[in-house]
């Protein structure tokens, strides 16, 4: 029986979306039967994230409709093994999503799938509540800035209080915290805020610190999930998140500031 | 919503205000209407307190009148107690025709007590403790919890945008960062009391400081926060 994992926020532009293409990639890399969903109507980007933009012919609320079935909208990943995605309509809008008609999508995907992976849209409406509404464990992305973190804050709230878990009263959805786009340099003269004063507030467990990269733009862009960036410090995070997530205790790397050496000024580190 | 009241107080003076407030009153539970065992038992009363009856208000309890005929003669009822140095302000209780025939008279119906049973026990079910809430995760942005009639416990803490209140008192065992509202009923008594300080604001029967109010020294402390002589004070909680 598959597991299925909100990826939410909140508020918008915090990565998301980057953090589910990248979450999912990963767990399928390790072997997981992996289906990511888009559940932003009307503003479908994963696809562009994963790079199955030219592919995508029926879409989520299709299937919801009964328009078409799961094996026609399912897009399956060219470079990783296991994983597939199932983009969301952009002419449709979120009042598509139907509580009965969610429900069944995911009962069906449970049956194949090891993960599923909602990639929840910005706000608190009926979108983002329909992707977390299922959800047995949630990663709440973040960025080290006060409206983001009050914003979590406030969606922390509803997974404790308008999830499927708990109006059953089951055992509450698990939270992990995702620290996205974190300069060290940056928390350290206070122009940001650090992991602990997040944590402070939030006070729940990090499960990943992402460091600000370059080389997310230029991934997004090219269609790449970043964890599929081995070299980047970006994608590097990614994959320690995706093992932490799974069982394994690593250190959480890139949340202090470096001295850079003689040769990595010479050549730029990145 | 308490709060709402205050904010007419930069118009034109308004030549009175309305608030809710809460009285002890003595309540008279009549059990018969007999004119002359009435009198004889508040002649005795009188002897025994004199200084009480002297323009007591009291609320006239029919409870126990349940079984007796519809028809009370209030107006009668009213001129003994008045006689005697009571003055009486409603009734609670009753059957419907009783409260009509109160109404007549000119007395208001006042809601019904909460102790069913009318022997012995009433009395001590209405000093009974109140019902406090406990609410054992934090509260999150954009969350509100109410205790009616009673405290409010939160074992954990309140975060910034979200909203506790409680007719009592308040205990945030974490930090506090959103907003208290405690005795929103008007009870006066009642405290509230968190680990750290940082709240968005706090108040207690109306009383408020937001947090631009709150001393920098006060921040981040343990703190309670009360009411003396109608001022709202915050008080370290050093150990």
């Given at each position: 029986m598959a597991?299925?994992?909100?990826?939410?926020?909140?508020?918008?532009?915090?990565?998301?979306?980057?953090?589910?293409?990248?979450?999912?990639?990963?767990?399928?890399?390790?072997?997981?039967?992996?289906?990511?969903?888009?559940?932003?109507?009307?503003?479908?980007?994963l696809d562009l994230i994963m790079g199955c933009e030219r592919r995508v012919v029926y879409d989520f609320v299709n299937v919801i409709?009964?328009?078409?079935?799961?094996?026609?909208?399912?897009?399956?990943?060219?470079?990783?093994?296991?994983?597939?995605?199932?983009?969301?309509?952009q002419t449709r809008d979120k009042e598509a999503l139907t509580k009965e008609g969610v429900e069944r999508v995911l009962n069906e995907l449970k049956v194949g799938f090891d993960y599923i992976v909602c990639d929840s849209p910005a706000g608190i409406e009926r979108g983002a509540l329909m992707a977390l509404y299922f959800a047995d464990q949630a990663l709440v992305v973040t960025n080290p800035e006060v409206s983001s973190v009050r914003d979590s804050d406030r969606i922390l709230g509803i997974l404790a209080s308008?999830?499927?878990?708990?109006?059953?009263?089951?055992?509450?959805?698990?939270?992990?915290?995702?620290?996205?786009?974190?300069?060290?340099?940056?928390?350290?003269?206070?122009?940001?805020?650090?992991?602990?004063?997040?944590?402070?507030?939030?006070?729940?467990?990090?499960?990943?610190?992402?460091?600000?990269?370059?080389?997310?733009?230029?991934?997004?862009?090219?269609?790449?999930?970043?964890?599929?960036?081995?070299?980047?410090?970006?994608?590097?995070?990614?994959?320690?998140?995706?093992?932490?997530?799974?069982?394994k205790s690593l250190p959480h790397r890139f949340i202090s500031t470096q001295k850079k050496g003689f040769l990595q000024r010479l050549f730029g580190g990145s | 919503m308490l709060l709402r009241s205050l904010h007419f107080a930069g118009e034109e003076a308004p030549p009175f205000e309305l608030k809710g407030s809460l009285f002890t009153l003595t309540v008279l539970h009549l059990f018969q209407l007999d004119r002359a065992a009435?009198?004889?038992?508040?002649?005795?009363?009188?002897?025994?307190?004199?200084?009480?009856?002297?323009?007591?208000?009291?609320?006239?309890?029919?409870?126990?009148?349940a079984d007796s005929p519809d028809g009370l003669d209030f107006n009668g009822l009213y001129e003994l107690l008045r006689a005697h140095g009571m003055v009486p302000v409603g009734i609670r209780n009753g059957t419907p025709m009783q409260q009509a025939a109160a109404r007549l008279a000119g007395l208001p119906v006042l809601p019904e007590s909460r102790a069913a049973n009318n022997d012995k026990k009433t009395e001590r079910a209405e000093a009974a403790p109140m019902h406090s809430r406990i609410v054992n995760h934090p509260i999150r942005s954009g969350q509100q919890f109410y205790a009616?009639?009673?405290?409010?416990?939160?074992?954990?803490?309140?975060?910034?945008?979200?909203?506790?209140?409680?007719?009592?008192?308040?205990?945030?065992?974490?930090?506090?960062?959103?907003?208290?509202?405690?005795?929103?009923?008007?009870?006066?008594?009642?405290?509230?009391?968190?680990?750290?300080?940082?709240?968005?604001?706090?108040?207690?029967?109306?009383?408020?400081?937001?947090?631009?109010?709150?001393?920098?020294?006060?921040r981040s402390k343990a703190a309670q926060i009360h009411l003396v002589e109608d001022r709202l004070i915050i008080e370290h909680l050093n150990r």
């Amino acid at each position: 029986m598959a597991t299925i994992i909100v990826v939410t926020s909140g508020k918008g532009g915090v990565g998301k979306t980057t953090t589910s293409a990248s979450f999912a990639t990963g767990l399928a890399q390790r072997g997981y039967r992996t289906v990511v969903i888009d559940f932003d109507v009307g503003l479908r980007n994963l696809d562009l994230i994963m790079g199955c933009e030219r592919r995508v012919v029926y879409d989520f609320v299709n299937v919801i409709n009964n328009e078409a079935n799961l094996n026609q909208a399912l897009i399956r990943d060219k470079r990783v093994e296991n994983l597939y995605i199932l983009p969301a309509s952009q002419t449709r809008d979120k009042e598509a999503l139907t509580k009965e008609g969610v429900e069944r999508v995911l009962n069906e995907l449970k049956v194949g799938f090891d993960y599923i992976v909602c990639d929840s849209p910005a706000g608190i409406e009926r979108g983002a509540l329909m992707a977390l509404y299922f959800a047995d464990q949630a990663l709440v992305v973040t960025n080290p800035e006060v409206s983001s973190v009050r914003d979590s804050d406030r969606i922390l709230g509803i997974l404790a209080s308008r999830s499927l878990r708990a109006e059953q009263g089951d055992e509450p959805v698990k939270e992990h915290l995702v620290l996205a786009r974190y300069a060290p340099e940056r928390a350290d003269r206070g122009d940001m805020l650090s992991v602990d004063d997040v944590l402070e507030i939030l006070g729940i467990p990090l499960l990943g610190v992402i460091p600000e990269s370059q080389t997310v733009l230029q991934s997004s862009n090219a269609g790449v999930p970043v964890i599929l960036e081995d070299s980047s410090e970006a994608g590097a995070a990614y994959s320690d998140l995706v093992d932490r997530f799974l069982g394994k205790s690593l250190p959480h790397r890139f949340i202090s500031t470096q001295k850079k050496g003689f040769l990595q000024r010479l050549f730029g580190g990145s | 919503m308490l709060l709402r009241s205050l904010h007419f107080a930069g118009e034109e003076a308004p030549p009175f205000e309305l608030k809710g407030s809460l009285f002890t009153l003595t309540v008279l539970h009549l059990f018969q209407l007999d004119r002359a065992a009435i009198e004889r038992h508040l002649a005795e009363k009188i002897k025994q307190a004199p200084s009480f009856f002297n323009n007591t208000p009291v609320v006239i309890d029919l409870e126990g009148m349940a079984d007796s005929p519809d028809g009370l003669d209030f107006n009668g009822l009213y001129e003994l107690l008045r006689a005697h140095g009571m003055v009486p302000v409603g009734i609670r209780n009753g059957t419907p025709m009783q409260q009509a025939a109160a109404r007549l008279a000119g007395l208001p119906v006042l809601p019904e007590s909460r102790a069913a049973n009318n022997d012995k026990k009433t009395e001590r079910a209405e000093a009974a403790p109140m019902h406090s809430r406990i609410v054992n995760h934090p509260i999150r942005s954009g969350q509100q919890f109410y205790a009616p009639e009673g405290d409010l416990i939160v074992l954990g803490a309140v975060s910034a945008g979200a909203e506790v209140i409680a007719d009592g008192n308040i205990h945030i065992y974490g930090v506090l960062r959103g907003r208290a509202l405690a005795g929103v009923r008007g009870d006066a008594e009642a405290r509230i009391f968190c680990q750290s300080l940082e709240a968005e604001l706090v108040s207690i029967a109306g009383r408020y400081r937001i947090s631009e109010q709150i001393e920098s020294s006060d921040r981040s402390k343990a703190a309670q926060i009360h009411l003396v002589e109608d001022r709202l004070i915050i008080e370290h909680l050093n150990r």
